[in-house]
């Protein structure tokens, strides 16, 4: 028979000690079962294939093995997992940086707008400035072309009526007609353009003119045609004088004319294009000012 194994005490209860990883706990339970299989390893039938010694190192192995493949997964996921977190934070971090660029491009783009906008209004209230001067120059410019138009037509008709009156006192003149000169002569008297000097030698040769044509002596006949002659040639003198004058008179008014006609072609197309620039820029001013 089989010789008794003698009886062993258990082990005294270790000690309440900190609480242990699963690991560790594995660890613990596997020095427990070599600890139970070499308390009863005599007590094996002899000749066995597998001694219980080798089963717990095959379990080992194999706990090993899970271990380690637990562990690497363990290792495997912890760096995807760092990986992550590295990647995500160099992603934020980007992010940010790209945030505060973009930051900094609208604040300067906000100031970029406020100022353009102050200088855009201040080029608006100038265009308005011109185009309040400019309306004023044509306003004034116009209101001096209608006097001098008036002035020019005042003074025209009084060379037209000039030249009328003086063309038919010279033909009535040289016809001797004398009751019909009496008449054209003396109406030259009322015109404005009559230099004094001629009205005076007007009214003395209406005063040496017989009242009576049947009573006219060949002395007083003789007296009457010299100055008839000396009437017609200071009247041809005052006629040629006025034409001139009013032809002078007709290119000046030309002259003024075209003068202001170009003005107002000028401050017209001044006035159009501020309004223009005004327009475009009041626009412009609107669309930065919403931008901001």
């Known amino acids: 028979s089989s010789p008794q194994t003698p009886f062993r005490p258990p082990p005294p209860p270790l000690p309440p000690g900190p609480s242990l990883s699963p690991a560790a706990m594995q660890l613990a339970l596997c020095a427990a079962l070599v600890l139970a299989l070499a308390i009863v390893a005599p007590a094996a039938v002899a000749g066995a294939s597998v001694t219980p010694v080798q089963k717990v190192i095959q379990m080992l192995e194999g706990m090993a093995m899970k271990g380690k493949a637990a562990k690497h997964e363990e290792q495997v996921q912890f760096a995807a997992f760092k990986q992550f977190c590295d990647d995500t934070i160099v992603d934020k971090q980007r992010a ?39 309306t004023g120059d044509k306003q004034a410019a116009t209101k001096v072309r209608g006097l001098e138009k008036a002035d020019y037509d005042a003074l025209h008709k009084d060379y037209s009526e ?59 006949a003789a007296s ?69």
């Not at 003068?259 to 820029?281: F, S, V």
């Open 96 to 134: 940010i940086e790209k945030a505060d660029e973009k930051i900094s491009v609208l604040k300067a783009d906000i100031a970029k707008y406020v100022s353009d906008a102050a200088r855009l209004a201040r080029e608006i209230a100038g265009h308005d400035e011109d185009i309040a001067a400019w």
């Open 162 to 220: 000039s030249v009328d009156a003086l063309q038919r006192a010279i033909a009535v003149l040289k016809q001797r007609a004398r009751s019909a000169s009496l008449t054209q002569v003396s109406a030259l008297r009322e015109l404005s353009l009559i230099p004094n000097a001629a009205k005076r030698a007007i009214e003395l040769f209406l005063a040496q003119d017989p009242q009576d044509s049947l009573a006219v002596t060949a002395p007083e």
């Open 224 to 292: 009457y045609e010299f100055q008839s002659h000396s009437i017609i040639d200071m009247l041809e003198k005052l006629l040629d004088k006025f034409m001139d004058e009013r032809t002078g008179l007709e290119k000046e008014e030309m002259n003024t004319r075209h003068a202001y006609e170009m003005l107002m072609q000028d401050l017209e197309a001044q006035i159009e294009q501020a309004t223009t620039d005004r327009g475009e820029k009041a626009e412009t001013r609107a669309k930065k000012l919403q931008a901001k």
